[in-house]
Every structure is written in structure tokens, then in C-alpha cells.
């Protein structure tokens, strides 16, 4: 996959000096009105039937995504924990809030004078929320801080993470994950080290020392050395034995221990979240401050920019929000919806918090006329169990989007059935495929332990757009598979 930053970030540093109808009663169903095509209602409620929707709580609801019609109401109003189907409304409320053409912003700020190429004071690295910020950026605002005549700071690096609150980890997420790339700590600075923009993670890359002893030990990016430590308990095996390599971090601890065999000819990666993302982006900085020949006397400490006396020496902004839809959606990626969530509360008049951003998102909810019984939410990614959604809001919630000005990104932004373009069908790339839906059917999936989500648009074989949500909250097989079957159906259909 070639790096988004090349092809979207169009990044920029600058010198300063988001009639009611159901089916036929089935269990769990409420009582059904006339159906404008009982022969849909047949087909989905054989497909519903499935053992692994029955022993779920599933709800599943279709709609003409032209009329808002209810073509289709199983179980729609249950509240139900929706996993990764909370990026659909997170996304949306985002593209209303903050509009396509927002930019995240990380700025090098100073308030001392400079004198003969001194900075007689401290020097501050603010951040803006960017999750998409990566080494390369850093450089940029590295060599921009030495074109402004800086080559020596007598303070210290402020970092500056006042955007958004303290809180860097969800209330609603379980501390047993906290080391998984899926589930960052949540700050104004943080780092990504690849090109889906995994912020707040490091990758700590391995390969084969000598038989018997240490694997050899990488970070990318190298200077996160520098803040992280690794505890390497690893052993280099002789060639054709299996690799059991790992990597874990306790919650609240950067070190990180890596165990098991590295064959002799094998090498590979895994990215591991830190703890405190900010120092980490500080540390790697510093380093390219340090290639700059740019030195920086003081330690590195964490505290906010005063206001008065700023003067701007570097800026550098993301790609547009219309631009970062891709990765975010395609890739779900959670460090992006709750960036979002918190640069929603900024935008509104909040203080960067997820109570401020998520009533954001709920508002907007509201605005369009989304249903909003069994509503609730704790994050914008989905990650905690904590949130409901229902199959009826969701889809109710799709077909009013429809109407923004911003749609096309939106819609641009769902992954595709059965494409294999990572970029393009993204989760959805491996699913469908071969059927009707391939190509044809957009969607967000959502999975969590014992969640299954799928919900968005398809167009059926008369040429007829329906908006979909099907949630499970299950204990025993996956209805997964039916979710497949569902759309499918849909897009056979020759009403």
C-alpha cells in the first residue's frame, strides 16, 4: 500500500520570524402492517431464520434509501452494543461539525527572543489532535525551526497537549488491551509510525541474531528508543523452526518485553501502543531537532503555551478531513474516531473532552430525525461495550445523511464488498465477493467479542438503494455469515 501521506496529507509547514412497516412476526418481532413487498419480507425473515441469529439478540432493519420507507423492521429498536458501527455516526457528525476541509495542526511555538541564533528560553511543541502526524512531519518542523535562525535552545521542549482534556484512556475500555495498536491512549500529540496512521504506536521490529542467542531489536521510528524501553527475552532459533515472537506492555509502562523464537532467515514487526503518546512524539523531535544540530539544553517537560507573547516558528497541518475519511473508515480505525470525537468538542466550544464530543454526535443525531430511544454512547470508535445503538437508528441515520452536502465523501468513505484494494473495500474486501453485493454493497462493519455489525447501502438487481443495519450481540456461533447473506439478498432482489 503506498503511504497516504504521499498521495493525500498535502502537508504544509510554514516559517514564521458525519408509514412504519416491518416483517412478518417472528420471534423477538413486533407486530407487523402491510408490507409493500411481502416477497422481500419472506425472503429476509428465511434468512433471519438462520440458528445463529435466533440464539442472538439481533436486531436488522431495511430501508428505501430514497423515501426513508420501512421495508423490513426485525427486532430494530433493540438496544444493542454496535462495536464499530459507531464510526458511521462519529463520521458524520464529523464531517458536519468540523466539514471536509478540516486540518489538524501541530505548531512549534517560542516566546523568548532569539539571539545570535539562541532561543533564550523554552520552546514549545503544541499539539492539535493530528493522529496522521509522523516522523517525516517532525523533520519538516525540525528544519523549519532552523530555517527561522534557531540553533540552540537554553530551555527546555514544552509539550503542549491542552487541546484536549488529560484523560488519554476511555473510561469504557478494558485496560487488558491497552497494549493492542487498535486501543492508543487518545492525546493532542501523538505519533503514528505507518501509513494507516496508527497513532500512538510504535513498531517494534525483530530479526535473527546469532542461534542461541538475542534477537536483534528495531523501533520504527528509531528515536522511540529513546523514550521506550525494551526488555528483550527472545532466543534466535535455527532456520525452519516456527516463530513465536511477542510483544506486550503493561497498562502504564513503557517497557515493553518481547519474548519467543526468531528463526534464523525470518524477521518481521508488531505494533505496540505507549503509554504518555506525547513524550513519545517529544522524543523522536528532539531527535530531529538533534539532526537539525539544533540543541535543546533543558529536559523535556509537559505544560501549556501561555498566550500571552506567542510567536509562531513552524506549523504543519494534515491532510483534509474529507481526505483522512479513507484510512478511517476503510481501516477503522479507532485513534481516528476519538481524535475526532474530542476535535468536535473544540470546534463546539468544548475543552477536548469525549462528554463534550459525544454530545456532539448525538445532537446531530437528533438534528436529522434519527430515532434516539436505547441510544448511548461512551466512545466514537465502538471499542468500549458500553455503547448501544439500534439497527432502526442506524439505518434511519444513513438515509437522512444521504441529504448532506458532504454524502460523497461519506459514501466514499464505506468499504466495498469484495474489493480486493485494501483502500477501497477495506474490512469488507474478503467478504461478498463473487455475489452481487461484490462491488456493489458499501458498509461498516463492527466487531467486538461476542458483536457482529454490519450496516449501509446496497442496490438491488431492479436498481433499487436500500440502507441496512443488522447488529448481533451473540454467546455461541457468529450470525457473521448471515450479515453476508442478508446484503446478498438484497442485492438479488427484483422487486
Known amino acids: 500500500m503506498p503511504p497516504f501521506r504521499s498521495r493525500l496529507r498535502r502537508a504544509t509547514v510554514c516559517v514564521v520570524s458525519i408509514a412504519v412497516v416491518t416483517a412478518a412476526p417472528l420471534a423477538g418481532t413486533q407486530p407487523a402492517a402491510a408490507a409493500p413487498d411481502a416477497g422481500l419480507v419472506r425472503k429476509l425473515n428465511r434468512v433471519l431464520s438462520d440458528n445463529r441469529v435466533e440464539k442472538a439478540g439481533t436486531g436488522a432493519v431495511v430501508l428505501d434509501a430514497k423515501s ?16 464499530s458501527n459507531t464510526k458511521i455516526v462519529t463520521a458524520a457528525a464529523a464531517l458536519e461539525t468540523l466539514k471536509p476541509s478540516y486540518r489538524f495542526e501541530t505548531r512549534v511555538i517560542r516566546r523568548a527572543k532569539v539571539v545570535d541564533g539562541v532561543l533564550q528560553g523554552r520552546l514549545y511543541l503544541k499539539g492539535y489532535g493530528d493522529p496522521t502526524l509522523r516522523r517525516a512531519d517532525l523533520e519538516r518542523l525540525a528544519k523549519a525551526v532552523k530555517a527561522s535562525g534557531i540553533k540552540k535552545v537554553s530551555g527546555s521542549l514544552f509539550v503542549d497537549t491542552s487541546f484536549f482534556e488529560a484523560r488519554q484512556y476511555n473510561p469504557g475500555w478494558s485496560t487488558s488491551y491497552a497494549d493492542d495498536y487498535y486501543a492508543a491512549p487518545i492525546a493532542a500529540l501523538t505519533l503514528a509510525p505507518n501509513a ?22 528495531t523501533t520504527t521510528p528509531a528515536a522511540a528508543r529513546k523514550y521506550i524501553k525494551i526488555s528483550n527475552k527472545t532466543t534466535t532459533s535455527s532456520s525452519g523452526t516456527s516463530t513465536t515472537f511477542s510483544a506486550s506492555r503493561n497498562h502504564g509502562s513503557n517497557t515493553i518485553t518481547v519474548r519467543g523464537r526468531v528463526p534464523r532467515g525470518r524477521s518481521g514487526s508488531r505494533l505496540i501502543t505507549v503509554h504518555r503518546p506525547e513524550l513519545y512524539a517529544a522524543a523522536v523531535f528532539r531527535a530531529e531537532l538533534a539532526r537539525q544540530k539544533i540543541t535543546v539544553t533543558g529536559s523535556t517537560k509537559v505544560g501549556a503555551t501561555p498566550s500571552a507573547g506567542r510567536e509562531l516558528v513552524a506549523r504543519d497541518r494534515s491532510m483534509r478531513l474529507d481526505d483522512l475519511m479513507i484510512p478511517f473508515m476503510k481501516l477503522s480505525n479507532n485513534m481516528h474516531a476519538e481524535a475526532l470525537t474530542k476535535a468536535m468538542s473544540r470546534k463546539t466550544g468544548g475543552s477536548g473532552t469525549w462528554r ?124 457473521r455469515p448471515v450479515e453476508n447473506t442478508f446484503v446478498i439478498a438484497l442485492a438479488n432482489w427484483n422487486g
Not at 68 to 82: D, I, W
Not at 399 to 413: C, L, M, N, P, T
Open 68 to 83: 426513508g420507507e420501512v421495508l423490513y423492521n426485525r427486532g430494530g429498536s433493540k438496544a444493542l452494543m454496535p462495536a
Open 196 to 217: 494507516d496512521y496508527d497513532s500512538g504506536t510504535v513498531l517494534v521490529n525483530y530479526k535473527p541474531g546469532s542461534t542461541g542467542h538475542k534477537a536483534k531489536i
Open 356 to 479: 463534550d464530543g459525544l454530545a456532539v454526535t448525538t445532537a446531530y443525531m437528533k438534528k436529522i430525525g434519527t430515532p434516539m430511544s436505547g441510544i448511548s454512547l461512551t466512545d466514537g470508535s465502538g471499542l468500549t461495550r458500553r455503547n448501544r445503538l439500534t439497527a432502526r437508528g442506524l439505518a434511519t441515520f444513513l438515509q437522512k445523511v444521504r441529504s448532506e452536502d458532504w454524502y460523497g465523501d461519506f459514501y466514499a468513505s464505506m468499504p466495498v464488498a469484495g474489493n480486493s484494494k485494501r483502500m477501497v473495500g477495506g474490512t469488507l474486501r474478503y467478504r461478498m465477493n463473487g455475489t452481487r453485493a461484490d462491488n456493489n454493497a458499501r458498509g461498516k462493519t463492527g466487531t467486538l467479542t461476542g458483536v457482529t455489525a454490519l450496516s449501509g447501502y446496497v442496490t438491488g438487481r431492479d436498481g433499487r438503494r436500500y440502507t441496512y443495519s443488522m447488529i448481533s450481540n451473540y454467546s455461541g456461533s457468529t450470525p
